[in-house]
């Protein structure tokens, strides 16, 4: 018959082994996916005040936007965090081409990449928004914020603005 000390040195090869093997598996099982360059799934969701599901769409050609949507569903409402970002050879240029949709509405982002500015984007059928356009060297971001229930509770006309700029901080200071 085996005494104890025959049956801990037969288990411990084994259990080294087991160990090892639940020591690998462990980072790839806790390691959340993150797709979007500039914003993670944690923060988005923050945004969106819930649980939002990440897309990422690359490039298809040279010129195009990489674009990150997050997208939060609830009862009624449908809130939705979508970042481009794309590369310009002109990029002052092409932020104040589309800060122009803006209108007379857009106000300054302060210490927010170069040129930032946001404003109320708000449509009957996507419901209240925010913009923010601004850039980081060649680097150009569109950030849009919104939900298509007009008296959302979690996302205001006050709360827009204030995560608007939220986005807008993350977005440049991933982008430097």
């Known amino acids: 018959m085996a005494s104890k000390a025959d049956w801990v040195r037969l288990l411990r090869p084994g259990c080294r082994l087991l160990l090892g093997i639940c020591l690998a598996a462990m980072p790839t099982a806790a390691m959340a996916a993150n797709n979007c360059a500039w914003i993670n799934d944690a923060t988005a969701s923050g945004l969106l005040g819930g649980d939002a599901a990440a897309d990422v769409t690359t490039p298809a050609a040279a010129g195009e936007p990489t ?27 092409r932020v104040g081409a589309i800060a122009q949709s803006c209108g007379s509405g857009a106000f300054p ?24 356009v601004g850039r980081v060297r060649d680097q150009v971001f569109t950030i849009t914020i919104g939900s298509t229930q007009n008296n959302d509770p979690i996302l ?18 991933n982008l430097f």
Do not use: P, W
Not at 69 to 90: C, H, N, P, Y
Not at 109 to 132: F, Q
């Open 67 to 93: 674009v990150c949507t997050f997208t939060q569903m609830s009862a009624g409402a449908k809130r939705i965090l979508r970042i481009a970002v794309e590369i310009s050879t002109d990029a002052h240029a």
């Open 156 to 173: 205001t006309r006050e709360a827009l603005k204030a995560r608007i700029y939220t986005a807008a901080e993350q977005v440049a200071g």
């Open 109 to 132: 982002l302060k210490a927010i990449g170069n040129e930032a500015v946001a404003c109320s984007v708000d449509s009957k059928k996507e419901g209240l928004s925010e913009r923010a």
